[in-house]
């Protein structure tokens, strides 16, 4: 009489159990590290909305604590006496002319970057990367100087120009690379059809381009709308003229020595509700255009 013994797992099967609990260790491991990413960038701006609404007195004596009443006057008192509301307008204003210059000047220059063949294109093209290179702080001398001889030291039209100058590059870097993705047959067909270049881009190219220019419109939104070097050194003339940065630093010093720090904290929720407000609305272009580029 034989007997027969259980067979042995096969090494593939044993390895499978492995596999499963070094995956769920992973998985554990990434979303512990996303909580602890969602608290270090969020944390920050729940305590600064939140301390906004508390007195100074309550401020002073417990920093962290939890708003016992929801004191509204500090927005009205950042809004008004502190002229929140005026470098807002300000800001609004700036940002209307450069972010339009931006995304005009930059778009063009991407598209017959990356559409057209021409001599010197490549040259162009290390230029305007080169200028991503390249420190502002270094510049702001000369910057000063021809601002000064051409009469635009604090105008607004000075201004936008530096803003536009600032973010030429990375505008044009970006949608370089994300004109050459599209399809080249409706181009070919548009101009077939006897449609202009310039028809072609207004009309064809840019409409299939709009989710990469969402995307670097939202990048330049951030930068042209929290930027404070060049207003601290273009425009600084007059305190009416301020922007928002210039006004949120200029009110940090006076609520120092005032004491009104509800007021302080409601001026940077102003200042944050935009960029929070775009960024809500917009967040699916912004997702499409990052990735498009890779989806080719």
Do not use: C
């Not at 017959?112 to 420190?135: D, E, K, S």
């Not at 181009?187 to 449609?195: F, I, L, N, T, Y």
């Not at 007059?238 to 005032?258: F, H, I, M, N």
Request: hydrophobic share 50%.
């Amino acid at each position: 009489m034989t007997t027969t013994s259980a067979a042995a797992p096969r090494p593939e099967t044993a390895a499978v159990p492995r596999a499963k609990e070094s995956g769920a260790t992973l998985n554990v491991f990434s979303h512990a590290f996303l909580v602890l990413w969602v608290v270090l960038a969020a944390g920050p701006l729940i305590w600064v909305a939140l301390t906004a609404f508390r007195p100074s007195a309550d401020i002073l004596s417990d920093p962290t604590g939890w708003p016992a009443s929801f004191h509204w006057e500090n927005f009205t008192n950042a809004w008004n006496k502190a002229n929140i509301g005026q470098y807002t307008v300000n800001s609004l204003i700036i940002l209307a002319g450069s972010l339009t210059g931006t995304m005009l000047l930059g778009s063009m220059a991407a598209y017959v970057l990356a559409r057209f063949a021409f001599p010197g294109n490549r040259l162009i093209f290390l230029l305007f990367v080169g200028g991503m290179t390249f420190p502002v702080i270094l510049a702001l001398v000369p910057l000063f100087a021809v601002m000064e001889n051409f009469g635009l030291l604090d105008t607004r039209p000075g201004l936008m120009i530096a803003y536009i100058a600032y973010s030429l590059p990375f505008t044009t870097f970006f949608l370089t690379s994300f004109f050459r993705t599209l399809p080249t047959g409706v181009q070919e067909a548009a101009m077939v059809d006897g449609a202009s270049h310039t028809r072609t881009f207004f009309q064809i190219m840019m409409p299939m381009a709009k989710p990469g220019l969402v995307s670097i419109g939202i990048f330049n939104f951030l930068g042209q709308w929290n930027q404070y070097l060049l207003p601290l050194l273009l425009n600084n003339e007059d305190e009416k003229t301020y922007v928002l940065p210039q006004g949120l630093a200029s009110l940090a010093v006076s609520q120092g020595y005032r004491g009104d720090w509800g007021a302080l904290f409601a001026g940077l929720t102003i200042a944050m509700l935009p960029v929070l407000v775009v960024y809500a609305v917009f967040q699916r272009q912004v997702q499409a255009g990052l990735t498009a580029g890779a989806l080719k």
